[in-house]
């Protein structure tokens, strides 16, 4: 099976342009600097792999090409320094000074940053998730501020996922398909199988390969460069475009006390380096997604994409989502009404329509 690339070309090196442009700092004195750069996650997981190719080496090279102190990277993955439920601890305890992390492991502490899960058959472009995440983060402050204020750490960068998907033993292609097949998802994408007539079960990317291998569930609700990843497709051949769309809710944050000791140039470099991290991480899951999907292909995976009427049968399964999750935590003191009113808004500024009519009030 051939797949198109349909995406076109789009140059990473346009994302890094901004921070290739070098100034002079004259300061009184030179120090070296060193911060400990980590993930739970492995070193292929996408994010990290651009802290390896992109964000130490960046960080070091602007330092010195921009001020007179030096900067080294101690880089730390695999939950060598925190495991992937436990970056946001570790990040306020200073384990670590910078790390990555997603806040879908945080749902009792940061609920509010899940807000484009609860609105599904959102953009599919990773580059316009992004922006309209960061277009929800400029005007929630409640977003940003609860990093500083409860966790001792902020938020330098937003991180991007390809469009969740699905990929099962057998085709399917319409919802009664799902009816009575057990799905794998992982926390509070699970409510994306609601009123689908699908047994959804509870799983993570660590348990996900063995739980399908030993018939736990049947398919897995994932995002493509994962499901390459894990090799979920040498049991499930069957990928499933069901266009749930990309979502933005993994984070580069930053420990407070480390970005305080900084003086100001390097705290500014630190703040480009993460909105242009962001950026180039976005640029790689638009560009690489269709070629994800080559890949799998090649290797034996049936390639299907559910038709326009049958995602919006889906998505009108799901039409009381939003309003049942901005009612559940208005009451518990977050702005989630105003916060999903906003991304709704956002998303269709920047072009997308949705399949059914989320209403709120």
Not at 125 to 139: E, F
Request: hydrophobic share 40%; proline share 5%; glycine share 8%.
């Amino acid at each position: 099976m051939t797949l198109k690339y349909s995406f076109g070309s789009i140059a990473i090196a346009a994302a890094l342009a901004f921070g290739m442009i070098t100034g002079s700092v004259t300061i009184a004195s030179a120090d070296k600097f060193n911060v400990k750069l980590a993930s739970g996650h492995p070193p292929g997981f996408h994010y990290v792999k651009f802290f390896k190719e992109y964000f130490a080496p960046e960080l070091k090279r602007r330092v010195e090409a921009r001020t007179d102190h030096t900067m080294s990277v101690t880089e730390l993955y695999s939950a060598s320094a925190v495991k992937v439920t436990e970056t946001l601890e570790g990040l306020q305890k200073g384990v670590i000074d910078i790390g990555g992390g997603c806040y879908c492991f945080e749902a009792a502490k940061l609920p509010l940053h899940a807000f484009q899960v609860w609105t599904p058959f959102g953009p599919f472009s990773p580059i316009k998730s992004l922006a309209v995440a960061r277009d929800v983060y400029s005007t929630t402050p409640e977003l940003i501020d609860v990093f500083e204020k409860k966790y001792n750490q902020k938020l330098i960068g937003l991180i991007v996922l390809d469009p969740y998907e699905i990929v099962a033993r057998k085709p399917l292609l319409k919802l009664s398909d799902l009816k009575g097949y057990k799905i794998g998802a992982a926390g509070a994408n699970l409510a994306w199988l609601k009123g689908t007539g699908a047994v959804p079960v509870q799983t993570n990317g660590a348990i996900a390969y063995t739980s399908m291998q030993t018939g736990v569930f049947d398919a897995v609700v994932a995002f493509a460069s994962f499901v390459e990843a894990a090799k979920f497709y040498e049991m499930a051949p069957h990928y499933m475009k069901i266009g749930i769309g990309s979502v933005t809710w993994l984070f580069v944050h930053i420990n407070l006390d480390t970005y305080n000791k900084f003086p100001p140039e390097i705290r500014k470099i630190i703040d480009e380096i993460g909105r242009d991290y962001e950026t180039v991480v976005a640029m790689d899951k638009e560009e690489s997604y269709l070629p994800t999907l080559q890949r799998m292909a090649d290797k034996g995976t049936t390639i299907h994409e559910l038709s326009a009427e049958t995602k919006a049968e889906w998505a009108e399964s799901l039409k009381g989502l939003p309003a049942a999750k901005a009612k559940e935590f208005d009451a518990k003191g977050y702005p989630a009404t105003a916060t999903i009113k906003r991304s709704l808004a956002s998303a269709e500024k920047h072009g997308h329509v949705w399949p059914v009519k989320y209403k709120l009030d």
